[in-house]
Nanobody
Framework: QVQLVESGGGLVQAGDSLRLSCAAS???????MGWFRQAPGKEREFVAA????????AYEDYVKGRFTISRDNAKNTVNLQMNSLKPEDTAVYYC????????????????????WGQGTQVTVSS
């Protein structure tokens, strides 16, 4: 079992950048990882995913070119670099993990993940 703790959220202005981090209690090298977000009154939505060994990434269309997911298995962390932030990016951002036997597997739906963090708030003002 792995426990996930997100950090790095905050209040920024449109056009600014933020870097979210997700620290895992276990070895992240066994897990495919992802980031999701949920805005008030909306359903949780996929943001980005990365395979176990950093070979593959996946992004939702609305963050492509602005967000970058990365991982450091030596430090058991997964990061989400968010650039050119927009007010519509305002949400609670969640880190998620699923154990995977494949180094290429990425998961883009919440149902595929077994472990979730508590979330970190990102607020982008216009």
């Amino acid at each position: 079992q792995v426990q996930l703790v997100e950090s790095g959220g905050g209040l920024v202005q449109a056009g600014d950048s933020l870097r979210l981090s997700c620290a895992a209690s276990g070895r992240t090298s066994s897990y495919a990882m992802g980031w999701f977000r949920q805005a008030p009154g909306k359903e949780r939505e996929f943001v980005a995913a990365i395979s176990r060994s950093d070979y593959r990434t996946a992004y939702e269309d609305y963050v492509k070119g602005r967000f970058t997911i990365s991982r450091d298995n030596a430090k058991n962390t997964v990061n989400l670099q968010m650039n050119s932030l927009k007010p519509e990016d305002t949400a609670v951002y969640y880190c998620a993990a699923v154990r995977s036997s494949s180094i290429y597997y990425t998961a883009a739906t919440g149902a595929e993940y077994d472990y979730w963090g508590q979330g970190t708030q990102v607020t982008v003002s216009s």
